[in-house]
């Protein structure tokens, strides 16, 4: 047997309720306001949004009903209550019927309440339900139609101005890319088909606004890297003249520096017998010849005729070219200079050596004297030989530094 609530149980319930109902009507007159509200509801929507939101959508047009018939559950459970400041045990049962159920409501209208089993509950209910179910569940649908409509207006309000100004922006880029004369560039060739994936996303975002969110992110991706080409493209053009400009300064650098390891290798073979590493100079016909590096950025300089990218590729390749001299030419001056720099070193330790001597009183002495005129003689002749140099220059730094530790102990002696 089921205990009726007390008389301060049904107040509390029914004021609950109360507040509940008030609370969905100011839901659903606040939702009704919504101008989004009314455009999505008149909205066919597929693809992703229909898949998370389009469940909500459908239930939004049953939400006044069943909020009705849950107000006017309560308004038959106030008007039971106020008939009467200390109902009878009957009244009171049927009270606490209403408030927590389950109540089943016959599909033919209910004597007082005027409710219906369609208005409800639908007039195949096998069971009752109770308020707090029903107000849980209302709840729930309110909220997944109100974060629908918010969903979706967002995403109209991102994305359909987003897509239309990104076809503008790819409307300009093409223009662009046509004034640049780079269609045709890898990277900017994607614009043709570009521009028709955002027409396309921008005609689904009607429908589908929430699932062309990433659609619409990826393709501005696309257009920024894009873009980003354009701007170098436009940037190099607008450098080609100075670039002329650096090319032929280096020109003239590649000539001093091919002249310097050329005279550095008639110098070392005049200065130092036999010399080692040398490396034949660079052939002038490399910088002069009919293919040589000036002929050939003459061309590029008189070519104004022809497209930029077509002048800026060919200073490309004549970049390139002098690069791969430039090594070569310093290569070859390094090698060249080495052997005169090794004389030249090799004399200056000699003279170091017997400054060292002449400071520890050994500037006379014959056996260093011999051996440093040996050195000397190797290293100034002309040409140098730094094959018999270099053991002579060993055996007279030996004999320097054994005389200076000899006289070094005796003066400690």
Known sequence: MTTSPDLATIDALLGRAETAASTMVANLLALDENPAFTLIRHTTFDGVTAARHGAAIAEAPHLWERASAFRATVAEARRLRDADRRPDADRTTAIGRLLTGPVVVEPAATTGSGLTGRTLFGTDAPTGVRLDDLAATLDTQYRAVAEAVRSIDAAWQTQLPQLQALVSRLGAAEQRARDLGVSDDPTVAGLAGLGDRARASLAASTTDPVGQADVGAALTAEATAIAARLDELGQRRARLGDELAAARQELVALRLLVTAGARAHERAVAKVREPVGLREPVAEALLDGPDGLEAELDRVERGAERPWTQRWSALDRWTERARALRATAEAALRAN???????????????????MAGAHGAAEDAELRALHDRAHTALHEAPADLHAAAPALVRYVAAVRAHVQSAGRKGTA
Do not use: K, N, T
């Open 337 to 355: 200079e080495a052997p005169v720099a090794a004389r030249d070193e090799l004399r200056g330790r000699l003279e170091s050596y017997r400054a």
